[in-house]
């Protein structure tokens, strides 16, 4: 939202494909993060980062991939290891460290064909 | 695992009534934020209380915290069709071992409110 662009919106991958999924911010927001939504859900967090080259695994980690080598850009891929990644996949940013508000992109989907 | 766990999971109202909505967290946390979802949009932050504050308001929303019961509501006035979307909750707490925060988000609760 506002200044976060999430891309593609909707993508299809084929089974033993990786895939990326871009996110760009021009919040100048030290920390990013990625979340899986499936649907009926809530968030689950994938991978979140604070600074520049650092990231952190979250709750599910497994078959995902990211990197952060420019402040603005936190790229995800999900990985042929990934089961089941067909869902809603969210990232979102947000200046310093606790209690700051997150801001969201508006998603991409993806499917498996 | 889930940190937060909203109940109801659903909640259907006619305009104008009031809906309430629970959350409910296992461990401390530095702060709860509410966030309403459109369907198959991003989230939209609504408003965040932090854990030394018990009530906190924005315009039509009120949001409670009670960290002995580890359980926030979130209460929409005079709801309006507008209204209808999916709500969470999120905690926020220091991530184990660092000083970064970290997230984490409840189930949702879907609201649905009739013209």
């Known amino acids: 939202d506002g200044g976060i662009t999430q891309s593609p919106k909707y993508l299809f991958r084929k089974e033993g494909q990786n895939v990326t999924l871009s996110c760009e911010q021009n919040?100048?927001?030290?920390?990013m993060y990625w979340y899986r939504q499936d649907p009926g859900q809530g968030l689950r967090l994938i991978y979140y980062?604070?600074?520049?080259?650092?990231?952190q695994k979250g709750d599910i980690a497994e078959g995902y991939s990211v990197s952060r080598e420019k402040k603005e850009s936190f790229p995800l891929t999900v990985t042929s290891a990934q089961k089941n990644p067909t869902a809603f996949y969210l990232c979102?940013?947000?200046?310093?460290?606790?209690?700051?508000?997150?801001?969201f992109g508006e998603g991409s989907w993806l499917t498996v064909v | 695992s889930q940190q937060g766990e909203e109940d109801p999971q659903a909640l259907s109202i006619q305009e104008g009534e009031n809906a309430t909505m629970n959350c409910s967290y296992k461990?401390?946390?530095?702060?709860l934020q509410w966030y309403r979802q459109n369907s198959g949009r991003g989230l939209v932050h609504l408003i965040l209380?932090?854990?030394?504050?018990r009530e906190k308001h924005s315009g039509r929303l009120r949001v409670t915290l009670d960290t002995s019961k580890k359980s926030s509501s979130l209460l929409i006035t005079a709801s309006r069709a507008a209204d209808t979307a999916s709500y969470f909750c999120?905690?926020?707490?220091?991530?184990?071992?660092?000083?970064?925060?970290?997230?984490?988000f409840g189930q949702g609760t879907i609201l649905t409110v009739h013209p």
């Open positions: 979102a940013t947000r200046q310093g460290y606790l209690g700051n508000t997150i801001y």
């Open positions: 980062s604070q600074i520049v080259n650092d990231f």
């Open positions: 209380i932090r854990s030394n504050e």
């Open positions: 919040l100048n927001h030290d920390a």
């Open positions: 999120a905690t926020d707490a220091w991530a184990g071992g660092t000083s970064y925060g970290k997230l984490t």
């Open positions: 461990t401390s946390i530095n702060n």
